[in-house]
């Protein structure tokens, strides 16, 4: 158990470097293929807050507050909705959904390039945008796509892009905590259980931000999208 809990922190540390957006969905299908889907979705989530940490330390203040907000009004009732969701189905069918929104997150993220928004249905995508997020970043930790389709949609430039999706995420995790522990799904024990491979996050940090300029981003991602589509079809099949 720890070496994998040490795997997913490295894992997420080097992912909040900016080496490649996949990587933690891809935490996400290893951790559910090794533990139960409610386990595994619950020690994700301090792991993730944890990750964050480092991410918004390095990115503090560079979001973009105007198109923060929106989105972050919109999340809060796709997290609503997702905590509701996965307290009242079976583990079986949190693995199922889990790996559905997983699959989603791979299809919309190889097709979010291109798209504009307009200046006057910018608030009706936020609205999709924000609540999507926060639905798929409850179920599976896997917010990622719309809101990236939405900030490249309004053409942010490239540090207040990564600021405003830092922010994003390190709130929205926060704000899944309540729910999280009101359905059980946190588990102290498994927690401290598993605490002692944590320190990987800040070394899978540094070794991210070391490798960020020296790493083939495109193929990198080509390579980590298709575990995360094979890992996610062997969720649904097995």
């Not at 990622?144 to 892009?161: A, D, N, S, T």
């Not at 991210?208 to 575990?227: A, K, N, P």
């Amino acid at each position: 158990m720890i070496w994998l809990v040490a795997l997913a922190c490295l894992l997420l540390g080097f992912n909040k470097a900016g080496v490649a957006g996949t990587l933690g969905p891809f935490v996400t299908v290893i951790m559910v293929l090794a533990l139960p889907a409610d386990e595994a979705v619950g020690l994700l989530l301090p792991m993730l807050i944890a990750a964050d940490s480092f991410a918004v330390a390095a990115y503090w203040r560079k979001w973009e507050t105007r198109l923060l907000w929106p989105l972050l009004s919109a999340a809060v009732v796709g997290i609503v909705a997702g905590t509701f969701v996965i307290s009242h189905i079976s583990e079986v069918a949190l693995r199922r959904l889990i790996a559905v929104a997983l699959l989603l997150f791979a299809i919309v993220y190889m097709k979010q390039r291109g798209v504009r928004i307009p200046q006057q249905h910018r608030k009706q995508w936020a609205i999709v945008a924000g609540t999507t997020a926060g639905f798929t970043s409850s179920v599976a930790h896997a917010g990622g796509p719309p809101i990236i389709v939405y900030l490249m949609g309004v053409g942010l430039e490239p540090k207040r892009f990564v600021g405003t999706t830092v922010g994003l995420f390190a709130m929205i995790n926060i704000l899944k905590v309540p729910g999280y522990l009101l359905t059980g799904l946190i588990d102290g024990h498994l927690i401290l259980s598993t605490i002692w491979g944590w320190p990987m996050i800040p070394v899978g940090v540094v070794l991210g931000r070391s490798l960020v300029d020296r790493v083939d981003r495109v193929v990198f991602e080509r390579i980590t999208m298709v575990l995360l589509v094979a890992g996610a079809l062997a969720l649904l099949i097995f």
